[in-house]
């Protein structure tokens, strides 16, 4: 899995509610990513890290905060859950400093139901 | 707009046979583009890639054939075999930035049947 641990695996929130998911690599890559994944729409960019402090939105990124101080540690906040964050989360890195083609590679997912 | 494409949800092929997933993209400007295989409750895994200045990439039983003037790709599996059943994405990237994002299509459903 690449040194990729997500968690928590799967969680059940209220709408409303604030809800942080955390990504963490042993894998010492500069490059973390954020995806959803949803029936009808596969894999979609949610936001990204290019480094410590460093990180930018992607396509869906209304609703979601990112944090991360630490090379090793990525967060992902739902400020206020709602319904339509209900989604499989999805952790990736990227070790682009190695090579400019090297692919991502992705956690095991993070289930979350906002009910 | 979907600049990555997978027009077809799922596909059923007997084992041995070859199955040919397709990828159609809009965007010219990707130069890199990648497949990965999804089983159920994991995480993508990376399958084989390709760059745009190529136009076939071969890793065993697993090939990928691009199109730059069609604007396609597709991955040829042969032979099939029943645990290659899984989700297949195809996933293009944008050329010229510092950055690694990935645009992904909507995937393919295979299933292998023994």
């Known amino acids: 899995d690449a040194g990729i641990t997500q968690s928590p695996r799967h969680k059940v929130t209220e709408t409303g509610t604030p809800v942080t998911l955390r990504c963490h690599q042993t894998?010492?890559?500069?490059?973390m990513y954020w995806y959803r994944q949803d029936p009808g729409h596969g894999l979609r960019l949610i936001h990204y890290?290019?480094?410590?402090?460093?990180?930018d939105k992607g396509e869906v990124s209304d609703g979601y905060s990112v944090s991360r101080s630490k090379t090793e540690d990525f967060l992902l906040t739902l400020e206020s859950a709602t319904s339509s964050q209900t989604s499989v989360y999805f952790c990736?890195?990227?070790?682009?400093?190695?090579?400019?083609?090297?692919?991502?590679?992705f956690g095991n997912g993070t289930r979350l139901t906002v009910t | 707009d979907q600049q990555v494409k997978q027009n077809s949800p799922s596909l059923s092929v007997q084992e041995g046979r070859i199955s040919i997933l397709n990828c159609d993209y809009t965007n010219s400007m990707f130069d890199y583009f990648l497949w990965y295989k999804k089983y159920p409750a994991e995480g993508p895994t990376f399958l084989i890639s390709?760059?745009?200045?190529?136009d076939k990439n071969e890793d065993g039983r697993f090939t990928v054939f691009l199109n730059k003037s069609a604007k396609h790709l597709s991955l040829h599996i042969v032979p099939s075999q029943p645990g290659d059943s899984a989700v297949y994405f195809c996933a293009a990237r944008l050329g010229g930035g510092s950055n690694y994002k990935l645009t992904f299509g909507k995937g393919t459903l295979l299933t292998v049947n023994p």
């Open positions: 890290s290019y480094g410590v402090k460093d990180t």
């Open positions: 990736a890195i990227s070790g682009q400093g190695s090579s400019y083609n090297s692919p991502l590679h």
């Open positions: 894998e010492n890559h500069r490059y």
């Open positions: 390709i760059s745009s200045i190529k």
